[in-house]
T-cell receptor
């Protein structure tokens, strides 16, 4: 099925470091979303972006909607151990969400 | 405020059997979407229900069918199970009429087909 290209696939960082991950698509989306999934749980919405060029923050998280509407990135500042998990980008195509493959984040205390 | 709930949490079936998974949407939401998440992959859209009708469908065979009830809860049915149907099945609810509406996910049902 259709998927977005998300990178990097995994990251192993030291607590306190900043993290950056991105997502690209061959298709244009009018809405970009970032979710976090913990083991055994469903994805939890972190940030929603609705306008090309939009930059939105949620605490230590900042995400941007690319100008071309074909990409987005997510930054996490001053990482902490509870940031561990899998981060997914998603583009909304009418009613359905198209997901990336995920970025697995591990944080070393 | 109860979030999206799904049942059962885990299920083991054998090839050829049929399975029914259930979902109750978040309070105030009237639209339910179903996703299949294989191990190590992102969720894949199966279909979406609104006003008790299938509104949109992803690239899944007819073995996958669904239903939405008047109280907005939903079921996902899979017939003639294959080994490849083993996955986490996620339900998400939303309310399209609301500004900033997005999909909120339940914890999922882990289906294992032997």
């Amino acid at each position: 099925g259709q998927q977005l290209n998300q990178s990097p696939q995994s990251m192993f960082i030291q607590e306190g470091e900043d993290v950056s991950m991105n997502c690209t698509s061959s298709s244009i989306f009018n809405t970009w979303l970032w979710y976090k999934q913990d083991p055994g749980e469903g994805p939890v919405l972190l940030i929603a972006l609705y306008k090309a060029g939009e930059l939105t923050s949620n605490g230590r998280l900042t995400a941007q909607f690319g100008i071309t509407r074909k990409d987005s990135f997510l930054n996490i500042s001053a990482s902490i151990p509870s940031d561990v998990g899998i981060y997914f980008c998603a583009g909304r195509d009418t009613g359905k969400l198209i997901f990336g493959q995920g970025t697995t984040l591990q944080v070393k205390p | 405020d109860a979030g999206v709930t799904q049942s059962p949490t885990h299920l083991i079936k054998t090839r050829g059997q049929q399975v029914t998974l259930r979902c109750s949407p978040k309070s105030g939401h009237d639209t339910v979407s179903w996703y299949q998440q294989a191990l190590g992959q992102g969720p894949q859209f199966i279909f979406q229900y609104y006003e008790e009708e299938e509104r949109q469908r992803g690239n899944f065979p007819d073995r996958f069918s669904g239903h939405q009830f008047p109280n907005y809860s939903s079921e996902l049915n899979v017939n003639a199970l294959l080994l490849g149907d083993s996955a986490l099945y996620l339900c998400a609810s939303s309310s399209p009429g609301r500004i900033g509406n997005e999909q909120f996910f339940g914890p999922g049902t882990r289906l294992t087909v032997l």
